[in-house]
């Protein structure tokens, strides 16, 4: 087994790290500028995303305008792209690093919307910090626009060493807890759950405050179903 993170001198407890939030609370943001600063002093980092969650092909990127490359773009069975790609099989996600890295050495591996990860991606997530001793740092959303958790938030949940949640606010100016989705001005929650648009003038995504959540839902020409 390659220990992949072993410092001289002593030994590293490399921990799973879990931020979450609502849409709208700088996860891709902090996770660059994490990147940045591991990369701005000579550390290695390897970053991973779902490639059905890219909006730039290759890329994380920000509301801010910031962008960062994503080394492994990830995929579970029955995920499907914007071109109507279908994949049958999931990333192994701990064999897939393996493959990337050889024998070099990596300081922290990075994950963006860990929450469309399958458990059993997640659970190797958690093998590359106990395993290999590497410290991964993981963002995500905590329910889907239905409020119900996503299936690798839930693993997540149950396996993080440490779980932070970063806030957002509401237009109402509380604090925001889930997400909405309008389409073509409307309010729309119902299938399909994930729906991937490049184009903010038809699909646009809200962080909510739980009345608002339901103030919205309850409106003319909401669908919720």
Same mark, same amino acid.
């Given at each position: 087994?390659?220990?992949?993170?072993?410092?001289?001198?002593? %030994?590293?407890?490399?921990?799973?790290?879990?931020?979450?939030?609502?849409?709208?609370?700088?996860?891709?943001?902090?996770?660059?500028?994490?990147?940045?600063?591991?990369?701005?002093?000579?550390?290695?980092?390897?970053?991973?995303?779902?490639?059905?969650?890219?909006?730039?092909?290759?890329?994380?990127?920000?509301?801010?305008?910031?962008?960062?490359?994503?080394?492994?773009?990830?995929?579970?069975?029955?995920?499907?792209?914007?071109?109507?790609?279908?994949?049958? +099989?999931?990333?192994?996600?701990?064999?897939?690093?393996?493959?990337?890295?050889?024998?070099?050495?990596?300081?922290?591996?990075?994950? +963006?919307?860990?929450? %469309?990860?399958?458990?059993?991606?997640?659970? +190797?997530?958690?093998?590359?910090?106990?395993?290999?001793?590497?410290?991964?740092?993981? %963002?995500?959303?905590?329910?889907?626009?239905?409020?119900?958790?996503?299936?690798?938030?839930?693993?997540?949940?149950?396996?993080?060493?440490?779980?932070?949640?970063?806030?957002?606010?509401?237009?109402?100016?509380?604090?925001?807890?889930?997400?909405?989705?309008?389409?073509?001005?409307? %309010?729309?929650?119902?299938?399909?759950?994930?729906?991937? +648009?490049?184009?903010?003038?038809?699909?646009?995504?809200?962080?909510?405050?739980?009345?608002?959540?339901?103030?919205?839902?309850?409106?003319?020409?909401?669908?919720?179903?």
């Amino acid at each position: 087994m390659i220990k992949i993170n072993r410092w001289a001198g002593g %030994f590293n407890m490399a921990k799973l790290h879990f931020l979450y939030g609502a849409m709208n609370c700088g996860k891709s943001d902090t996770m660059i500028s994490t990147a940045f600063n591991y990369a701005e002093n000579g550390l290695k980092v390897v970053t991973m995303m779902p490639e059905m969650s890219m909006r730039k092909p290759g890329f994380t990127t920000s509301r801010a305008g910031k962008e960062w490359p994503i080394d492994i773009a990830t995929h579970k069975a029955g995920d499907k792209l914007p071109d109507e790609t279908k994949f049958e +099989d999931s990333t192994p996600v701990y064999e897939t690093l393996h493959k990337l890295i050889g024998d070099r050495a990596v300081q922290c591996v990075l994950v +963006d919307e860990v929450n %469309f990860m399958s458990p059993e991606q997640v659970d +190797d997530l958690e093998k590359i910090a106990k395993i290999d001793d590497t410290s991964v740092i993981a %963002f995500g959303i905590r329910t889907d626009i239905q409020r119900h958790l996503f299936e690798g938030t839930r693993r997540m949940f149950e396996l993080a060493d440490t779980v932070k949640k970063m806030p957002t606010m509401c237009p109402c100016g509380q604090q925001a807890e889930f997400n909405g989705r309008f389409v073509d001005g409307n %309010f729309h929650v119902g299938e399909p759950i994930v729906w991937i +648009d490049n184009d903010p003038t038809r699909v646009r995504y809200q962080s909510l405050c739980g009345q608002c959540y339901l103030d919205n839902a309850s409106s003319p020409g909401a669908i919720t179903k």
